[in-house]
């Protein structure tokens, strides 16, 4: 891995995108706005160096290229009574959530111009929000959306105060949650302002805003609340932010009657009555809390997201960050019955890091971080296919099984909207700003630009390879200020520091930031090391079923290839594998030592371990999960006494083997 600073061009690009949009984009807050202890950087003034996220991001845009806009916007144009341009895509595109991948793919068109100042994005992105509002025109009373006649009619007669719900997903007749489809569409135009700079979109945003305003006040308190048990999406989120963006009261009003009583007032009375929900209807409710608590300081809000948070992430979550089995929560106390083939939606992970990052900024936690850089590391980066650059949906954690891709034109499930997003903002969460702080929460070589402060910082890593990082200041204010390093909770001991090659009397406690405060100079050296072991994490129901860690980073094992077919590994629908069978796993035989004792680093594979003496019927291979693409794996282990295990191979079949394959060309 080499580490290069960014082309100077390219850095200048970047930096008048991020001018421009200040000028266009960043409005007072509101009246009763708290003020936040730690703010994300812009997209903008974070640059990515070389490193596996880079790679991922570069990936993402290639295909972001690759689609034609024209297709995506076929059912905005045909339903608006416009010829289309180009015929529609498959998959959900051609069904009852039409439109919404147009909807994600503005914010990752808006998100990647950000990141990067690449001027493709930027005319892409125009061009889009120009065809959307020739289709709002065309419609005449603020609408617009891609939503199907039965969607359409659905959605357009709740302003005739008609609500007729059929399930949890459905209105009458098997109307796919449209209000869904569109939050993507109003959160895509919005990014499309204020992160594109694009003023036609702040225009086709707030006449978008202005018809749900309007649709929705001719609904009693009832009605509405009944709507509200079909899946919405973020569209308390979207209106909220929208309020903070324009101090436009209206907007705040029309966000709060997206309250959904029956799920929110429970946690508001820190009651946990999340089983049996589907998981990725609720949390985007909960980051619209957050949002509200940020424009209006509602300490209510603020209190049913943070322990929401905590819910989730302390009981309802897998090793690698993400939840949910057949994309609803189960009863706590029985994740280790729940590792079937449709675990951890990839959608699922993607708004709880949106929700992390509204608590962190509340209360700038390691705790926080912690799980951030988890789910990053072993979800979001995982689910990422490395040759056509496609999206898991499920996060399969059965053992011996393997992971499920889009197509690249005929899938467009949620999971491959939100994973556009997902590999286009990885620069979002290394830093944060203070009040006069630097926060560094994550160990990703990196540029951050502090533009207010005068402040640039470049970090130089190959971790978690290794568990140091170099901070190197490249500009600075001339007075003192902090940098903030997240010490992990995970760590083996404290963190320590060199500054110039000199110790630095630190408190680098695990689980905390370490604050150092001075006058930096132009070419200083912040040498931090965080001490790493390899550990293990075990089921909280089943202490004998164990996962393995190095780090933040968790490790499996390459079981051998899944079978190439139609569906594998890309598949048109998100459950056309689900009835695969798994191969067997070896168990682990524990001795009197502890179980991770048994692994031993390998020399020729970077992050890779082996067993000794340990794995029954045969040892095992392991390195991180990130890394295994087309070929089965596991991840939980069964570690059993040695009388167990002769128990087991006296009732059980041999263990399949599998011959070696190529990944899949193309």
């Not at 978008?208 to 919405?232: G, I």
């Not at 079978?563 to 191969?583: C, F, M, R, W």
């Amino acid at each position: 891995m080499t580490n290069q600073s960014p082309d100077p061009a390219a850095r200048f690009t970047r930096l008048l995108a991020a001018l421009v949009l200040c000028v266009v984009a960043l409005p007072a807050a509101p009246a009763g706005a708290p003020s936040l202890a730690a703010r994300p950087f812009p997209l903008s003034d974070v640059a990515l160096l070389d490193s596996p996220f880079r790679s991922a991001m570069e990936r993402n845009a290639a295909y972001l290229l690759s689609l034609d806009p024209d297709r995506l916007l076929h059912n905005f144009r045909l339903y608006a009574g416009l010829r289309p341009k180009a015929k529609v895509y498959g998959g959900w595109e051609s069904a009852g959530l039409a439109g919404h991948t147009l909807g994600h793919y503005l914010t990752a068109l808006s998100q990647q111009y950000a990141a990067t100042g690449d001027r493709r994005f930027k005319e892409r992105l125009d061009y889009i929000v120009s065809e959307v509002a020739a289709c709002q025109s065309a419609y005449g009373d603020g609408y617009v959306g891609g939503l199907p006649p039965l969607e359409f009619q659905t959605i357009h007669n709740f302003g005739k105060g008609i609500v007729e719900i059929q399930g949890q997903h459905f209105f009458k007749g098997g109307a796919w949650v449209p209000w869904y489809t569109e939050h993507k569409v109003l959160n895509g135009l919005k990014d499309a302002w204020v992160l594109g700079g694009n003023l036609q979109a702040r225009e086709v945003t707030l006449r978008l805003a202005d018809w749900v305003d309007r649709t929705t006040a001719a609904l009693t308190p009832e009605k509405m609340q009944a709507m509200l048990e079909v899946e919405h999406g973020g569209m308390m989120d979207v209106l909220a932010e929208i309020y903070a963006l324009t101090g436009e009261r209206k907007y705040l009003e029309v966000s709060r009657r997206f309250y959904h009583k029956a799920f929110l007032d429970p946690l508001l009375a820190h009651r946990d009555d999340l089983v049996g929900l589907h998981a990725n209807t609720q949390i985007p409710k909960i980051i619209g809390l957050a949002r509200i608590y940020e424009a209006t300081g509602n300490t209510d809000a603020r209190e049913t997201a943070a322990f929401f948070w905590g819910l989730v992430t302390g009981h309802y979550s897998y090793v690698i960050g993400g939840n949910s089995e057949d994309e609803h929560f189960f009863a706590e106390g029985k994740t280790s019955s729940h590792l079937g083939p449709d675990t951890a939606e990839t959608c699922n992970t993607y708004n709880m890091l949106k929700l992390t990052l509204h608590v962190f900024g509340w209360d700038p936690r390691a705790a926080y971080m912690d799980f951030y850089e988890r789910a990053l590391y072993n979800h979001i980066l995982a689910s990422q296919e490395p040759k056509r650059g496609m999206f898991t949906y499920f996060m399969s954690l059965r053992p011996g099984f393997f992971k499920t891709y889009s197509t690249p034109e005929d899938s467009f499930w949620c999971c491959v909207g939100t994973g556009m997003e997902n590999h286009t903002k990885y620069g979002e969460a290394i830093y944060s700003r203070g009040e006069q702080d630097l926060f560094v929460n994550l160990f990703i070589p990196s540029v951050a630009t502090w533009r207010e402060r005068g402040l640039v910082v470049e970090q130089r890593t190959d971790y978690p390879l290794s568990g140091s990082t170099e901070l190197r200041i490249v500009a600075a204010p001339g007075s003192s200020m902090g940098i903030r390093v997240r010490c992990p909770g995970w760590a083996a001991g404290p963190v320590t520091f060199l500054l110039n090659g000199s110790p630095v009397d630190a408190d680098g406690s695990p689980g905390t930031y370490a604050r150092i405060e001075r006058v930096w100079h132009p070419g200083d050296r912040l040498t931090v090391t965080i001490p790493i072991r390899l550990r293990t994490e075990s089921m909280p129901d089943n202490h004998s079923k164990v996962a393995f860690l190095y780090g933040p980073v968790v490790l499996a094992a390459d079981m051998g290839p899944a079978p190439v077919s139609p569906t594998i590994p890309y598949a048109k629908e998100q459950h056309d594998n689900l009835g695969q069978n798994p191969v067997d796993v070896p168990d682990l035989v524990r001795g009197n030592a502890p179980v991770e004792s048994y692994l031993v680093r390998s020399s020729d594979v970077p992050l890779g371990f082996h067993t000794v003496g340990l794995g029954r019927p045969e040892e095992v291979s392991l390195v991180p999960f990130w890394q295994i693409s087309y070929d089965r794996y596991n991840v939980y282990w069964d570690v059993v006494t040695e009388s167990e295990w002769m128990q087991r191979i006296s009732a059980a079949p041999p263990i399949q083997k599998l011959p070696s394959a190529p990944p899949p060309a193309g």
